[in-house]
């Protein structure tokens, strides 16, 4: 067995047990499949709303049971939140965190970085508690577990399946960073990232680029064009790619769909992008005092942890697996309606990452410069905003009878439809500055929230939305996770990264004429 660290050791065995738990309900589905079939409709709809759609996965729904406020939301006599009720003091926590992310770095880097977590607690409690006050324990309780049961565990559990496993893969490379080279690594990153993941491919690939780049000094710009196409832009195809889209798909919108819908933006997107890159490399590169180093022999790149690819192929299955069985089977923890696929797929999510730890052996890792700190960083932030983001999203599902209802009224037109246009720029603009993922969540229900009617008659709407959340969560690194982490890593290798506001400038001169572009082509 390869050798593990105590913590990596702890992990892989509870990982396995977790995968072992999801075999019972998978080989159960025959014994259960009578007593599912006399179940109500109403406990068919659970998780989010992906499980009573009666959607082929690989396709079109073909009948819906519930409108957009249902979904397993607010199943009967659950507690019920009217964001109508609610002003916008209530998003104040929410403001906080995020605040605290962008800020406290610059500000307080030292203490951040030693007491992120309280703070996250913090927020996270000064919503809660007066919330509490004010509408009771229950209502509280429901909220915050709906939130984190539905949503917050399995977006978690993904990522750190991804992290895990993509952590165990290790390129080894001999070639040297050219733009020839840069610019072939960045496309092969963004193809891979809808795939592995936002968050898989960049921590793939970030070491292998910042490796061959080790020799420039003026290789800046080869980070923020890796955080605008690995981790962002390139996942964009499938649920595996970006976490809003994952999000949407346990809402219920088809695993294939943005890999159909999403593909010509993002080659757009891609190609100026990559384009605009090999010229200023090329530009940076005639400016360059380093001394390239000589390669001894031919060139060369190997993998190391191959294994963990095959485990890759496992996550996909995994997710899979909770669109496609349908069994109907579901149990309640305070109201909060479970589905037994969307269980297994997270247990099976948990055990490919104990694999993955089991067979890969620890000086990989070590090689790869591997440390649990950015996934723990990320759970513990996430936490708090998926916590404090619920009466924003109950806000803007109240329409216009909420605080935010200029917002609702802006992405539509006076006769209630959606402008496709507006509905991408606002998805975009909020996703830049209070990440991504539940910026995502925010529109989808200020879009009506029903998933057969985004991806019928408004499917561009779905388009605006998606390409939105995932393409502009590049434009700060508090937009998408894996900024965080790929700015990290680069700042640990000796590359000197932008602050906040500076990234921003880049973002600005770079990516915000190419979203026009888009906006031209596909929303007007």
Not at 42 to 67: C, I, K, N
Not at 87 to 93: F, H, K, T
Not at 392 to 419: E, R
């Amino acid at each position: 067995m390869p050798r593990l660290d105590p913590f990596s050791r702890l992990a892989a065995v509870f990982c396995l047990a977790a995968g072992l738990l999801a075999a019972p309900p998978v080989l159960a589905q025959e014994a259960t499949q009578a007593p599912a079939a006399t179940q109500s409709e109403g406990a068919r709809g659970a998780s989010g709303g992906d499980e009573s759609l009666g959607e082929e996965v690989l396709g079109e729904p073909v009948t819906a049971t519930h409108g957009p406020d249902v979904a397993g939301d607010h199943p009967p006599g659950a507690p019920h939140l009217d964001g109508g009720e609610l002003n916008l003091l209530w998003a104040v926590p929410f403001a906080g965190i995020l605040l605290s992310i962008a800020l406290m770095p610059l500000l307080a880097g030292r203490f951040w970085h030693h007491h992120f977590g309280k703070i996250a607690a913090f927020w996270a409690l000064a919503f809660v508690v007066p919330f509490a006050l004010v509408y009771g324990f229950g209502l509280t309780l429901y909220e915050v577990m709906h939130a984190l049961i539905l949503e917050y565990v399995p977006f978690i559990i993904l990522l750190f399946s991804l992290f895990t496993v993509t952590g165990g893969v290790r390129v080894i490379t001999t070639l040297q960073g050219t733009p020839a080279f840069n610019t072939g690594l960045l496309a092969l990153g963004t193809l891979l990232a809808s795939w592995m993941g936002t968050t898989g491919a960049a921590m793939a690939l970030i070491r292998p680029m910042l490796r061959a780049n080790a020799w420039r000094r003026n290789r800046t710009h080869v980070v923020v064009f890796f955080i605008f196409l690995v981790a962002n832009i390139g996942g964009s195809l499938t649920p595996l790619g970006d976490p809003p889209l994952f999000l949407g798909f346990l809402k219920g919108v088809p695993f294939f769909w943005p890999t159909v819908h999403l593909f010509p933006p993002m080659l757009v997107a891609a190609f100026v992008l990559l384009a605009v890159f090999y010229v200023l490399d090329l530009f940076m590169m005639r400016r360059e005092t380093g001394v390239m180093p000589r390669p001894e022999g031919r060139h060369s790149m190997r993998l190391q942890g191959k294994v963990n690819l095959l485990l890759l192929l496992g996550i996909v299955a995994s997710v899979l697996l909770s669109g496609i069985w349908k069994p109907g089977i579901t149990f309640e923890i305070y109201h909060v309606e479970i589905a037994i696929q969307n269980v297994a797929r997270d247990l099976l999510l948990l055990a490919v990452a104990g694999l993955s730890l089991w067979l890969t052996p620890w000086e990989t890792r070590e090689a790869n410069d591997f440390s649990w700190f950015p996934i723990m960083e990320v759970a513990k932030l996430f936490a708090a905003i998926f916590v404090t983001i619920i009466p924003a999203i109950a806000i803007l599902k109240a329409g216009t009878h909420g605080s935010l209802a200029p917002i609702v009224n802006g992405v539509s037109t006076p006769s209630g439809d959606p402008i496709p246009a507006m509905y991408f720029w606002a998805t975009g603009i909020l996703s830049s500055f209070l990440d991504n993922a539940p910026t995502y969540l925010v529109f989808f229900n200020t879009a009506g929230g029903d998933p057969l009617h985004l991806i019928g008659p408004y499917a561009t709407t779905l388009l605006a939305i998606s390409a939105g959340a995932v393409f502009m969560g590049a434009n700060t690194y508090i937009g998408n996770a894996p900024n965080f982490m790929v700015r990290a890593i680069a700042e640990e290798s000796g590359t000197q990264m932008p602050s906040f506001f500076g990234y921003m400038a880049w973002s600005l001169g770079f990516l915000i004429p190419v979203f026009l572009l888009i906006t031209w082509l596909f929303f007007l």
